[in-house]
C-alpha cells in the first residue's frame, strides 16, 4: 500500500514564534509594543547599532522555521487499519475528547485551594466557639506557614501551577496576619502604621521568597504592596498634607519597583509583564488620588499643596514615559503642567482680596493660557514624551479651566433667551465682563499655540479655529450686560452680525478653509437671534428691528454657498410675515383676524412668487412652506372658533392650491402638484364650515356636515373629468398626480366629516345616516361611472353603517347582532362563490375570522355580568363545529369537494382560535369575574375541563392542517399547530392556584406531565420529524406551571427547580450522546429544533444545570439554610467533576462559577444565620480537598501544560 503525504497544520509554537520573528511590532527584549526610532521607552532597551543585525538573525530563524514545517509536510503517511470499536466506544469517539486532562488541573487546584481557605476563614471567624483573638491569630499563622511550605513542596516537585495557587492563598493569610498584627495598636493610635510596617516586612519577605523559589505570585503580591506602604503612612498622619503626599509617594515608589523589577527578569525567563502592569495601575490609580484638592484644607495653603501635587505628578509623568502607558504619562504630564499654571491664581488670590469672579472667571483661565503656550508650543518636549498626547494633556487642561466662564456664558445666554437677566444676580456686570475676558483669554491662548505649532510644522490649525469659536463666545457675552439699553444691545447684535458678514465676505476669507470661516458665520448668526430676541421686549423697538433683522438675513445669506440661501430666504420670509402681524397686533385687530390676514398675505405673496421666473425652486418652496404653517394653524383654529375671516384666509389657500395645479414652473413637481390637489376639497370643506358658523344661528352640523358629504359624492365620480381636463395645460404626469391628491384628499374628508358626525351632540344618529348614506351613493356612482373599484366596498361600508344607525335609533343593543348577520353572510357568500368556481376565499375567511375573533377578544376584556356564559359556550361549539366542517370540506372526488379543500385552512384555523374560549373563560373564573358553577368540584379539575373543552378540537384541527399539507409545505413541516392546545389546558389551569395541597400537587403534576411530554419529544426527535411543539415552548410551559404552583410559598423551591433542570440536562444529554454516536448536527440549527441539531455541551447541557442551580442560589440569600448551600455545592463538585471526566466545558466551568457565588451569598447572609458555620466549613474543606488532590494528581502525571485560557478553550 503507497505512503501518501500532506499539509499538515504547524504547532502552535512553532506559528507563534513565526509571528513574532515576522510581524510583533514588540520590543524583543521587553516584549511591550513601546519601540519608536529603534529606542524602547519601556525598558530602555537602544537598536539604533544593533537593530539591523537583530533582524537579519530574526528572518534566518523564521526561515529555518518555515524550511522545517516544508519538511514535516513532506513526511509519508502510511494509512493504518483501525481496530473495530468495541461496542461501549461507539458512544465516545476519539474526536470528542482532548488529549490530556492537563487541560483542566489548573482551575481545579484554584478552585480547590480557594475553597480549602475559604473554609479555614469560616472555622477561624464565625465559628461561635473561637471568639479569643490571640488564638484566632495564632490558628491564621498556623494556615499561613501551612500554605507557604505547601506551595514550596509543590513547586519543587515541578507541581507550578498547583504551587502558584496555593501560594496565591498562602498571600492572602498574610494579609490576613497583617490584619491582626494592626489589631494590636494601641488605643488612641493610628493602626495603618502597623499595617504599613508589618505589609513592608512582609512584603519584602514574600519578594525575596518569590526571587528564590521562583514563584511569580509571591513576588506580584510583594511589590504591590510595597508599593502600598507609602499611602498607608499618609493615611495614619491623618486629614491634610498626608494622603497626598503619600499617594504621590506610592505612585513614585511603584516607578522605583517597576525600574528594580527589570533585574529579576533573566530569573523569571524575562516574564514580568503582570508585575510591570500590577505597578502601572498602582502608580496611575494613586496620582488620580493624590491630584483633587478636595484631602487638602480649603484654604491657601491647600491650594499651593495642590499646585504642588500637580507639579509633582507632571514631573513623574514626565519620567514614567519610558515605562508601559506611556502615552498615557504624556498625557498626564501635559494636562498636569497647564493645570498648575491654572491654580497659580488660585492659590495667589487667596491671600489678597481679588475678586473672586475675577479670579475663577478671567485669571484662572488667562493663567492656563499661558501654560498652554508655554508648554505646548515654547518649551521643547523630552525625548521619551510622546508629542502628540502631551499637547492632547495641555489642552484637556485648558479646556476644564475654560469650563467655567464657558457655564457662565451658556447661562448668561440661556438666561437672555428666556428673558430673566433683569432680575438675575448672575448679570452683574463684574460677572459678564470677567466671563468674557476669560473666553478671549482662552481665544488668545489656542490661537497663539495652534499658529506656533503651525510654524514648527505641525498641522494644528484646528486648535486656531476652536480659538475662534472661543473669541465668538467672548462678543456674545457682551450682548448678555444689562447695564447696556436695549436699543444698545439690539443695535451691537445687528453691528456683530453685519461686520461679521462683511469680513466672511473678504477675498482672503473667501479662499480659507470652510472651519476657518465657520466660527465667523456661526457668531453673525449668533449675534443676529440674541439681537432678535432682545428685540421683542420693547414693543416700541420690535418693528423697526425687525425690518432691519430681515435686510441682515439677507447679508448673512451671502456668507453660505447659492445652493443653501433658501433656508435664509424662508426664515426671512417667516420673519417679516411675523413683523406684519405683530404691526397688526399693535394697530388693534384680535387674534383671529389677525392670523387669517397674516395668512392672507402669505398666500397672495406665495401666489405672486409663483409667477415671478426669478425666484428659484428652493426659495419658491421655502415660501410655501412658511405660507402654509398660519393656514394649518388657522385650520387647527376651526375646531375651537370658526368665523369668516378663517374663510377668506381658507379661500385664498384654496386660490393658492388651485394655482399651483394647473400651472407649469420650474420646481413644481409630481409631489407638489399632489399635494396642492390634496389642499382643494378639504379647503372647500373648512369654507362651508366657517360659512355655516357665521351665518346660521343654530349649530350647523346638520347642515353642513351632508354639504360636506354631497361635495364628496360629487367629486368622486368626477375625477377621470378632472383628469382630462387637466391634461392639456400639465400633462398626462402632472395630471395624474393631481387627481391622486384630490382622491386621496376627497376619501380624508369623506373620512372626517363621518367621525364629526358621530363626535358632535347637535349631529346626532340622524345626521350620520344621511352622510352615510350620501356618501354610499357617492361611491357606488364612483364604481359605476368614476371606475374605482374600491367603490363598492366603500359603498358596501357606508350603506351598512348607515343600516347600523338606524337599528341604534330603533334601540338594538347587544354586540352579536352587529357583527354575526354581516360576517356569516359573508362567509356564506365565500362558500358559495368558491364552490361555482370564483374567488371568495377571501371573503370567506374574512368572514370567518370576523365572526369568531371580535365575540372572542369581547369575552376577553368585557367585565362581570352580561352575556358571558352564553359566549363562551358559543365559541366553544362553535370550535368543535367548525373543526367538523372543516373535516367535510373537501370530501369526495367531484369538483366542487376539490375547490371546497382550499376552505379547510381557514375552517381550521379559525377552529384554533374559537378553542381559546374554554381558557378564557377559566381565566375569568380565576379572577372573580364570574361565578364558576358545580362549587362541590375542585376548581382546578373544572378549570382544566373547561380549558381540554376547547384544547381538544383545537387539536383536532392542528393535526388535521398538518396532515392535510402538502410535502414540504409550511403547514407539513410545521410544529405549532399543536402549541395552542397545550397551552390552552395550562394557561385553564393557572388561575386556579390557591393555597390548597390538591391544588398544588396537581399542579406539580400537570408541571411533570409537561416535562415528561417534553423528554419524549426530545427522544422522539432524534429519530424522525415530529408535529409535537418544540421542546422549549413544552420547557416554558412547565415552567410557568411551576412558577404558578410554587407561588403559595408551601413547597421550597427544590421541588420545581431540580425535576425542570433534570428533565431538560437529562433531554440535552440525550442529544449530546447521539451526537458523539455520529449523529448529523443542522447547518444553522434554530431553536425550534433544541435539542436536534445542535452541538456542544454550552448548547445541550448548560441550559439544564443553570435551572437547576440558579433558583437554589438566588434562595440562599433570600432563604438561607443549611442544607440548601451543601446541596448547591455537592451539585456544583459533581459538575466539575463530570466536566473533567467526560471532558466537557458547560458542567466544568458552570461548577466552577458555581463555587465562589454561592460562598459569596452565604457570606452576604452572614454566615450562622440560617447557614450553620460547621456543616458548612466541613462541607467546604472536603469539597476543596477533593478538588486539590484531583489537581495535583492531574499535574504530577500531565504535567503543567498551557496557561488558564488555553486549558479552558481546550475543553469539548
Known sequence: ???????????????????????????????????????????????????????????????????????????????????????????????????????????????????????????????????????????VAAITVVFLLGARVLMRRGLRFSAEAVGALGIVFVGLDVSSVAELTPAGQSPWVLAAVGTLIAGAAMGALGAVVRLRVWLWAAVVGVSLVPVMFGVAAGPGVGLPAGALATAGAAFALMSATDRLRARFDGRLRAERIALTVVQIAFVAIAVPPVWVPDDASGLWVTTGALVAAAVLALLSARHPAGAFWSFVAGSAGVAAAAMVPLAVASTSTASSEWVGLAAVPAAAAVGLVAVGALVPTPHPVLREPFHAGALAAIALASMAPASFAGLLGSATVWGVDSEDDLFDPAVTGATATGLASVAIGLIAFGLLSIRRG?????????????????????????????????????????????????????????????????????????????????????????????????????????????????????????????????????????????????????????????????????????????????????????????????????????????TRRPGLGAALRTLAGAVLVPALAVVAVCLGAQFLEVSGSPVVLPVIAALVALVLPSLPTIRDALVGRVGETGAAAAERGIEASTLLTAAIAVALSLARESAGLGTTLVVLTILGVGAGAAALWGRRRYG??????????????????????????????????????????????????????????????????????????????????????????????????????????????????????????????????????GFALDTAPLSATPDVLLFLALGAAGAIPAALAGRALRRGGAAGSPLASSRWLLAPAVLYIAAAAWPAIHRDWFTIWTMWALMVAALAIMLVVAVRDRSRATGLPPVWFLFVIAFATAVVAWSPRDLRVEWFSLPLGAFLLVAGATALAGSAAGGDAAARPRLSDWPRGWRGSWALLAPGLLVMLSASIAATYTDPLTWRAILVIVVALAAILVGAGARVAAPFVIGIVVLPVENVLAFMVQIGRGIESMPWWITLSVVGAVLLIIAVTYERRDGEGEGIAARLRDLA
Request: with cysteine; charged share 10%; proline share 5%.
Open 792 to 925: 363598492w366596498w366603500l359603498a358596501g361600508a357606508a350603506l351598512t353603517g348607515a343600516l347600523w344607525c338606524a337599528w341604534a335609533l330603533s334601540g338594538v343593543d347587544a354586540f352579536e347582532p352587529y357583527v354575526l348577520p354581516p360576517t356569516l353572510g359573508a362567509a356564506i357568500i365565500g362558500l358559495v362563490l368558491t364552490a361555482r368556481g370564483g374567488k371568495g376565499r377571501a371573503i370567506y375567511c374574512a368572514g370567518l375570522v370576523l365572526a369568531v375573533v371580535p365575540v372572542a377578544v369581547l369575552l376577553a376584556i368585557s367585565g362581570s355580568g352580561g352575556p358571558v356564559a352564553g359566549r363562551t359556550y358559543g365559541l366553544v361549539v362553535a370550535a368543535w363545529a367548525l373543526a367538523g366542517i372543516g373535516m367535510l370540506l373537501g370530501r369526495g372526488d367531484s369538483r366542487i369537494a376539490e375547490r371546497l379543500r382550499g376552505l379547510r385552512v381557514p375552517t381550521f384555523a379559525v377552529a384554533v382560535a374559537a378553542g381559546a374560549a374554554g381558557a378564557v373563560q377559566a381565566v375569568r373564573w
Open 458 to 662: 505641525e498641522n494644528r490649525r484646528w486648535v486656531a479655529q476652536l480659538g475662534a469659536w472661543s473669541g465668538m463666545a467672548a462678543a456674545l457675552v457682551t450682548l448678555t450686560s444689562t447695564s447696556l439699553p436695549l436699543w444698545v444691545r439690539v443695535a451691537l447684535g445687528l453691528s456683530y452680525a453685519v461686520g461679521l458678514s462683511l469680513a466672511v465676505m473678504l477675498p482672503r476669507l473667501l479662499s480659507s478653509s470652510a472651519a476657518t470661516r465657520l466660527p465667523l458665520i456661526a457668531g453673525a448668526h449668533a449675534a443676529l437671534i440674541l439681537a432678535g430676541l432682545l428685540s421683542w421686549r420693547d414693543d416700541a423697538v420690535v418693528v423697526w428691528a425687525g425690518t432691519a433683522i430681515v435686510a441682515t438675513v439677507a447679508l448673512l445669506a451671502r456668507t453660505l454657498p447659492a445652493a443653501a440661501r433658501f433656508w435664509h430666504v424662508g426664515v426671512g420670509y417667516a420673519y417679516a410675515l411675523v413683523v406684519f402681524g405683530t404691526a397688526l397686533h399693535q394697530l388693534g385687530l384680535g387674534s383671529i383676524a389677525l392670523l387669517c390676514l397674516t395668512t392672507a398675505v402669505g398666500g397672495i405673496a406665495a401666489i405672486v412668487a409663483t409667477f415671478v421666473p426669478a425666484v428659484r425652486p428652493r426659495a419658491w418652496w421655502a415660501v410655501l412652506v412658511v405660507t402654509a404653517v398660519p393656514f394649518a394653524i388657522g385650520v387647527a383654529q376651526v375646531v375651537f372658533e370658526r368665523s369668516g375671516w378663517t374663510a377668506l384666509s381658507t379661500a385664498v389657500i384654496f386660490a393658492l392650491a388651485l394655482t399651483l395645479v394647473h
Open 1 to 139: 500500500m503507497s505512503a501518501t503525504t500532506g499539509v499538515r497544520r504547524a504547532p502552535r509554537w512553532s506559528v507563534d514564534a513565526l509571528r513574532a520573528l515576522r510581524e510583533s511590532p514588540a520590543c524583543p527584549v521587553c516584549e511591550v509594543n513601546a519601540v519608536a526610532d529603534r529606542f524602547c521607552r519601556a525598558c530602555g532597551a537602544d537598536f539604533t547599532e544593533i537593530g539591523d543585525e537583530l533582524w537579519q538573525v530574526s528572518q534566518s530563524a523564521a526561515d529555518a522555521l518555515e524550511a522545517r514545517q516544508g519538511v514535516l509536510d513532506r513526511v509519508p503517511l502510511r494509512p493504518r487499519v483501525a481496530p473495530a470499536p468495541a461496542p461501549r466506544a461507539a458512544a465516545t469517539p476519539p474526536t470528542s475528547r482532548p488529549g490530556s486532562s492537563a487541560t483542566v488541573q489548573s482551575v481545579l487546584a484554584l478552585a480547590g485551594a480557594g475553597l480549602v481557605a475559604v473554609a479555614a476563614i469560616v472555622f477561624t471567624f464565625f465559628n461561635p466557639d473561637l471568639t479569643d483573638r490571640a488564638v484566632r491569630g495564632a490558628i
